[in-house]
């Protein structure tokens, strides 16, 4: 059946050998030592050190090559400058895996990164997975391993925890116990030389003890595997992640820790939001998360109601949620007409609902019962401060059996100690999340919804722009390798705008004078009134250095205006280069409302879409919101809606709304350009001038540079879009055409339809059961893929005007990324139509463009049918050791 996961030997050692193994007290080997036996560790354990014939009991060898049985996992704890010969050792010995917990390698200087280049490229040698150097280790507490240096050991539970900071995973472990929370994973990265985060995530993706993961990141080497595994892993469970180094002042002491490089914090937070991942900014934060995602806490939204018997807890807790945008919720009628009747005259009659100091539990049953009944609220905070007529524990227990059938999450603030210890004591037995203040209560709140919202954010897979006009993607590139030919990375204004052009984005045309004479011949050609702006490679900002003029409305103006520009830009930036002038029309929009679209290239993460309030004022403002490519509809009306600038592009001040839908289809096309245009690094257009007519791109200032010919289509993405190119028609002999395209999340209720379609025995042979229906966590699992891990094809053709899928196949690649395992099923009625080999053949070819060296395949071993199917593809079939129903097939892709 499936192979084990190549990191099993780090991760579920058979065997273990500890290299510097000890009895000093307070050493790492001693340490070390100590941990693996006092976790009870089941499988064999070998102590290595020539000084020694002992180590606590265990025998000891002088060499890991002495050692009688081949190595899972090699753990070294001497000191740096030794290592690279130890591991040379370990090669030879035939170790699986090795852990290096030693510090002194890179993050020492130079010295320590010869070392460390000398360590690696023995692993490499010797085909050794490497963990480390200047890491904690690894605990796997349900496999009695612990093989860390540790002082706290981790109970069993569910919890993944992936660390680059080996500190961190000391003070999660050190606060888990007490509060009798489990791991079924502690990794500690140390400095990622070889294993990096987004191998571990895959490893915790199948791994049946983990249900849900934590991670500290500090930088990323691998974006693409990062965000690929990251967007597995949230797809199934939980993923709650803490980001050290958000501002550029942290940057340093990260990148002397790991080597990794830091990128811009707004684009990190943009890609975790992508990945339908919680982010959060401190431990008490990321321990309240866990436990409230342990409980049924499940919120649909955002809009927060706070209840609270005290009027300057509640302004506290209301403060909070406004700050982080949390909106506070809006009582319908019918919510304030219970609340009425339900509290005495003086409520507060708003939200905070302050029902008084002498609350009873009654009067907070009714109050959370109306409350939770509004159509306008998402979730419910309730706060109690102990007063001279409170009841805190008679409180909780109303607040715990309304609870129970609330279809909203219900966040408990009991502030004090003596007196609402009880209260407490029954919130964390009901599994209601619980605090002192009001403050982490409303975050805990913020973090639970933004998990949910980037859970649709993650089921996003933007299909190409295909009802549209297809840009003109062949002279965009002449426009781009025009320039990088005459050794320019800045485009003028005029290649700039030729690009949004290319891909059908309304421009200000413009043209460029080099002489007044030409100015004013331009300008008459163009009709007066026009813009004029200086064109040179070295301004960024035209109007800092007076290079623009606006509403020049007579021909001598035109004449005047040019000396008076270049004679101002020489004297702010004399060095600069002026090619000329630019003209361009003066775009007069009574209503039009200036913003800013942008893309800037991350060193992590790649390209990323900014857009906000555009004009002269864009530096100054932070209304900015970020998004990674590809974008879809969803996902643009998501990024428009979070910054402040949206709430005037309604009807706003005597304005009609503008046009939203070609607002939105410039922010689908920008990031259309930035899919297919990998030379862009950065690009701006300021202003993107919107009213209710349309839209119209009057600056643009777009930067390139060379990309490598090797380069495949989409590696300067951190998310690969949907591969619109692999979509192809195949014609029946009957002459029936049928699409043969990659699947999309829409095809969910198709793939749904197609199941339900196949007789039993078809069911029977592609899922070995003959399920009636496709679940549907296995719908979104079949539908919402990750094309840069996996690939699917649905084979569909138009029967009435409706599009019907008629066979789908799929692969998906192996965490070793060198081979991949593949399905086929083909509907009943186009069976033996050789709809299956086109289908096949177009999904091997896909296969072996990517690199993929092998296709595994799984069949029944009675499954005739199938078994000389895959033969006559190439396949070559063997047993399968541990199952005889079953027969195992491998491909070989690569010559």
Known sequence: MKEKHYLTPLLEPRSVGIIGASEREASLGSV???????????????AINPKHDKVHGVACYKSVEDVPQRLDLVVIAVRAEKAPAIMESCGRAGAKAVIILSAGFSEAGPRGALLERQVIDAAQRHKIRLLGPNCLGVMRPQLGVNATFAHASALKGSIGLISQSGALCAAILDWAKPNNVG?????????????????????????????????????????RRFMSALRGAARVKPVLLIKAGRHP???????????????????FDAALRRAGVIRLYNLGQLFAAANALFSHFRPRGNRLAIITNGGGPGVMAADRALDIGIPLSQFSEGTMEKL??????????????DILGDADPERYGKALKAVLEGPNVDGVLVMLTPQAMSNPTGVAEVIIELEK????????????????????????????????????????????????????????????????????????????????????????????????????IPIAQTVVARSAAEAMVLSAEIGLPVVMKIDSPNVKHKSDVGGVRLNIRSLAAVRSTYQEILDEVKRAQPEAVINGIAIEPMIQKRNGRELVVGVKRDPVFGPAISFGEGGNLVEANRDIAVALPPLNSFLVRDMIRSTRIASRLGEFRNMPAVDMDALELVLLRVSEMVCELPWITEMEINPLIVDENGVVAVDASISVENVSPTADRYDHMAIHPYPSHLISTWTVPDGTTVTIRPIKPEDAELEVEFVRGLSAETKYYRFMNTMRELPPAMVARLTQIDYDREMAFVATLMVEGVEKEIGVCRYAVNPDGESCEFAVVVADDWQHRGLARKLMGVLIETARSRGIQYMNGVFLANNERMLKFVQKLGFVLSNDPEDSSVKLGVLPLQD
């Open 183 to 223: 791991f079924s994973s502690v990794v500690s990265l140390g400095s990622s030389s070889d294993i990096d985060f987004g191998e571990v995530l895959e490893y915790m993706i199948s791994d049946p003890r983990t249900e849900s993961i934590f991670l500290y990141v500090e930088g990323i080497r691998d974006p």
């Open 32 to 46: 070390l030592m100590r941990n693996m036996l006092e976790a009870g560790y089941k499988g064999k354990l070998f």
């Open 249 to 267: 002042e942290a940057s340093n002491a990260i990148l002397s820790h790991t080597g990794a490089p830091i990128g811009d914090d707004a684009i």
């Open 405 to 504: 059938t609330a279809d909203k999450p219900v966040v408990a603030c009991w502030m004090g100690e003596d007196l609402v210890g009880e209260a407490r004591q029954k919130f964390s037995a009901a599994g209601i999340p619980h605090f002192r203040t009001p403050e982490p209560a409303v975050e805990l709140f913020s973090h639970i919804s933004a998990y949910y919202q980037n859970q649709k954010l993650l089921m996003q897979t933007p299909s190409s722009l295909s009802d549209l006009p297809a840009p003109s993607i062949e002279s965009a590139r002449l426009v781009i390798e025009m320039a990088l030919n005459e050794r320019r990375k800045k485009l003028n204004e005029m290649e700039s705008k030729a690009l949004l052009a290319a891909f059908r």
């Open 340 to 353: 009425n009747a339900a509290l005495p005259a003086s409520w507060s009659r708003g939200n905070p609902v």
